[in-house]
Every structure is written in C-alpha cells, then in structure tokens.
C-alpha cells in the first residue's frame, strides 16, 4: 500500500497550508487516516486522525486552527491548517490502517515518504 502526501512547501506565519494524502486504488474507506509531523531533533507527534466514518480528533498541536476531512469517492484525506507558526515547521506524513483508528503512530501499518512544511517568520 503506497501513500502519496502532498502540499507542503515554504509558507510565511499566519498563512494557511493543506496537505493532502491519497491511496491510489480500490476500497480507500477501509483506511483509517492519520497525520503525523516530525521536526528535526524532536520525536514525532501526532497531529490528529480520522476514522471510517469520518469522525476526526486533532487534539494534537494544530488543535484549535486546523481541520481533517476525508473525501472516499476521490480517495484523499486533507490536513488544513491555519495561522501557521514557525515552530510548524516539520516533515508532515499521513498514515494508514485497517484496523487502528488513533493517536498511537505504532498502531498505522501504512506510511507516506512525508511533505516538508517550513514556515518563515
């Protein structure tokens, strides 16, 4: 299973940023998604997750100024976020799974090679 991410790139603070993952391939709602962010140094940390049903939880650090949303027909999850900080900057991976549907990274059998987010202040 292969995971494609995609949209990151060099934005300013404050501005708003959406990344976007996909499986290429049939039967895309039996994934639960994730999305992860990992800055050099730091370990990595989850950013929030979305089951089959499409009930979202981002109680991690873009909690409060982001949203997660799934679209099944088109196979892709998004990650928006807005009001970008510096302290954002990472490499940002979405995750897959079958059967797991949370916060723990060990728990996704699935992962994308990641998209760089750099935020300039």
């Known amino acids: 299973v292969q995971l494609q991410a995609s949209g990151g790139g060099l934005v300013q603070a404050g501005d708003s940023l959406r990344l976007s993952c996909t499986i290429p391939?049939?039967?895309?709602?039996?994934?639960?998604m994730a999305w992860f962010r990992q800055s050099p140094g730091k370990e990595r940390e989850i950013i929030g997750f979305?089951?089959?049903?499409?009930?979202?939880n981002l109680n991690g650090p873009v909690k409060g100024r982001s949203t997660l949303s799934r679209d099944n027909h088109n196979n892709m999850v998004y990650l928006q976020i807005h009001s970008l900080k510096p302290e954002d900057t990472a490499v940002y991976y979405c995750a897959a799974s079958e059967s797991y549907s949370g916060p723990s990274g060990a728990g996704y059998e699935f992962w994308g090679q990641g998209t760089q987010v750099t935020v300039s202040s």
């Open positions: 391939g049939p039967d895309f709602s039996k994934y639960a």
């Open positions: 979305i089951g089959w049903s499409g009930a979202t």
